[in-house]
């Protein structure tokens, strides 16, 4: 890992006020703690967070998928697994990997989610109809986000 990567991983911790972040691979492991100690200098009055898990983004992650919405409409929602910028096109110039009315199969790519510079393909692991798409074109996504609406068939 990089000394940029780890600058960024910082500067994310930050600004979600994550105050743990564990990242283990098979050539490395790197643990980032950071604590905010208050009131007088010597003092041991300390704020403590709960940590929150981080998934780590990995290419052709499976997104994570909800039970259905509601039994009424008994829709499927394709979430996103991981934090980043949500694209629904491969690039600017191509067309959406899907549409409204697109038919998936659980091997479609639906969207791409950049992640510390790595283009990552969703696909939507869940047979049926798209009815919704709830993520914004080129805009940030959290953990768990839906994204997407499917009708199964």
Same mark, same amino acid.
């Given at each position: 890992?990089? $000394?940029?990567?780890?600058?960024?991983?910082?500067? $994310?911790? &930050?600004? @979600? +006020?994550?105050? %743990?972040?564990? $990242?283990?691979? *098979?050539?490395? &492991?790197?643990?980032? /703690?950071? #604590? $905010?100690?208050?009131?007088?200098?010597?003092?041991?009055?300390?704020? +403590?967070?709960?940590?929150?898990?981080?998934?780590?983004?990995? =290419? #052709?992650?499976?997104?994570?998928? =909800?039970?259905?919405?509601?039994?009424?409409?008994?829709?499927? !929602?394709?979430?996103?697994?991981?934090?980043?910028?949500?694209?629904? =096109?491969?690039?600017? %110039?191509?067309?959406?990997?899907? !549409?409204? #009315? +697109?038919?998936? @199969?659980?091997?479609?790519?639906?969207?791409?989610? !950049?992640?510390? /510079?790595?283009? @990552?393909?969703? &696909?939507?692991?869940?047979?049926?109809?798209?009815? *919704?798409?709830?993520?914004? @074109?080129? /805009?940030?996504?959290?953990? #768990? *986000?839906?994204?997407? /609406?499917?009708?199964?068939?």
């Amino acid at each position: 890992m990089e $000394l940029k990567d780890i600058k960024a991983i910082i500067d $994310l911790m &930050k600004k @979600n +006020s994550i105050t %743990e972040f564990e $990242l283990e691979r *098979q050539d490395s &492991k790197i643990r980032l /703690k950071r #604590g $905010l100690s208050v009131g007088a200098p010597g003092s041991t009055e300390e704020i +403590s967070y709960p940590a929150v898990p981080i998934p780590v983004p990995m =290419a #052709g992650a499976p997104p994570v998928i =909800a039970p259905p919405a509601s039994a009424s409409t008994g829709e499927i !929602e394709i979430k996103s697994p991981m934090i980043g910028t949500f694209y629904r =096109a491969p690039s600017p %110039e191509a067309g959406a990997y899907v !549409e409204v #009315g +697109s038919e998936v @199969n659980a091997d479609t790519v639906v969207c791409i989610i !950049e992640a510390m /510079k790595v283009m @990552n393909e969703i &696909k939507a692991e869940v047979k049926g109809v798209i009815t *919704q798409v709830l993520a914004e @074109n080129g /805009k940030p996504v959290e953990f #768990g *986000q839906p994204m997407f /609406k499917v009708r199964p068939n």
